[in-house]
């Protein structure tokens, strides 16, 4: 089963997008997905990040570092019915940094938030053509077997769908969980429409939000 709708936080911070899922048919077809079949298009989200730029885990799950043949680096992280991939990140690559997650082919628990490595551009010129962060979604059985591979994006699916509106580094920063529910809040109470038969009621739980979040403050 697909995570729960916008329940994926992005994985880096601030949010800027190179190349969305699907960009690029063209060029991808000049490459086989993992069932021999020519690409469709990009099979993920390229957010726009620097060398070194800490990475972030968008949900709870097991991370394992992974290097391919061309040199490309990066992290899987596993949870109930899919897997993220965080690509073209330094693994072993860059001795000043030390690694969150150990490269050793093991799954290590992380949790939303956590840090789990640096953005770079491992793979390149293969893959990358510059830093950044490539952000993929599979689904996966029982087994940890990406499901549907034939389906021209090596059964990556759009994350897009899936991402809230949070970033995963601010979920340990109490202060800027608090701005994020302020934001929200503003977008909510742009959206009352005095007209709305429904308004009071939505005055009425906004309110309540505002309470919620002057507490927080308070307990900050």
Excluded at 85 to 102: K, N, S
Excluded at 130 to 149: A, C, K, P, R, S
Excluded at 170 to 178: F, G
Aim: hydrophobic share 35%; net charge negative; charged share 15%.
């Amino acid at each position: 089963m697909p995570p729960v709708e916008k329940s994926l936080l992005h994985p880096v911070k601030p949010l800027g997008v190179n190349q969305p899922f699907g960009a690029n048919p063209a060029y991808y077809a000049k490459f086989l997905d993992q069932a021999g079949n020519p690409q469709k298009g990009h099979p993920g989200i390229d957010f726009t990040a620097t060398h070194g730029q800490p990475v972030y885990a968008a949900h709870d799950g097991e991370a394992v570092y992974i290097k391919d043949s061309h040199g490309g680096e990066g992290i899987w992280n596993f949870a109930n019915g899919y897997a993220t991939i965080y690509w073209h990140m330094i693994g072993d690559t860059d001795a000043a940094y030390t690694l969150p997650i150990p490269f050793d082919s093991k799954r290590h628990p992380v949790k939303t938030g956590d840090l789990i490595g640096y953005a770079d551009n491992t793979g390149a010129p293969y893959e990358s053509s510059g830093d950044h962060l490539h952000f993929g979604l599979v689904l996966i059985d029982q087994y940890g077997t990406v499901m549907n591979e034939g389906n021209g994006f090596g059964g990556c699916i759009d994350p897009q769908p899936y991402l809230s509106d949070a970033f995963a580094q601010d979920i340990n920063d109490p202060v800027a969980a608090v701005k994020a529910q302020a934001v929200a809040l503003g977008q909510a109470v742009a959206a009352i429409k005095p007209t709305d038969p429904n308004a009071p009621q939505e005055e009425t739980i906004v309110g309540k939000i505002v309470a919620l979040i002057e507490q927080e403050l308070a307990d900050i």
